[in-house]
């Protein structure tokens, strides 16, 4: 049974930074692509990182270069590197897989299947 658990979350001072990871279990493709969504009070969820099958990353434009996405193949984790923190940057956060091998990962959110419960990153100002 697919299962993705995520921790790491907590508050944080602006500027500050925290370390999110998603232990994958269960997966039948080796490497699917996998994301980092989050969700703000009264907001759409939204896509943050992404990685495809080997490697390949993504960012939205709001994290691009604060943010840092990767994935460790032999402990079935991923991980996402978050500095420079902003008050902007409160949610709570979601990993999320899809069922495939893609070198480039998907943005759109319903191509990802499998959710974690998430974890809640709060950034005091």
């Known amino acids: 049974q697919e299962q993705l658990v995520e921790s790491g979350g907590g508050s944080v001072q602006a500027g500050g930074s925290l370390t999110l990871s998603c232990e994958a279990s269960?997966?039948?493709?080796?490497?699917?692509?996998m994301g980092w969504f989050r969700q703000a009070p009264g907001k759409e969820r939204e896509g943050v990182a992404f990685n495809g099958a080997y490697g390949y990353t993504k960012y939205a434009h709001s994290v691009e270069g604060r943010f840092t996405i990767s994935k460790d193949n032999a402990r079935n984790t991923l991980y996402l590197e978050m500095n420079s923190l902003k008050a902007e940057d409160t949610a709570m956060y979601y990993c999320?897989?899809?069922?495939?091998?893609?070198?480039?990962?998907?943005?759109?959110?319903?191509?990802?299947?499998?959710w974690g419960q998430g974890t809640q990153v709060t950034v005091s100002s």
């Open positions: 999320a897989s899809g069922t495939k091998e893609k070198l480039i990962p998907p943005l759109e959110l319903n191509e990802y299947v499998y």
């Open positions: 269960g997966f039948s493709a080796n490497r699917p692509y």
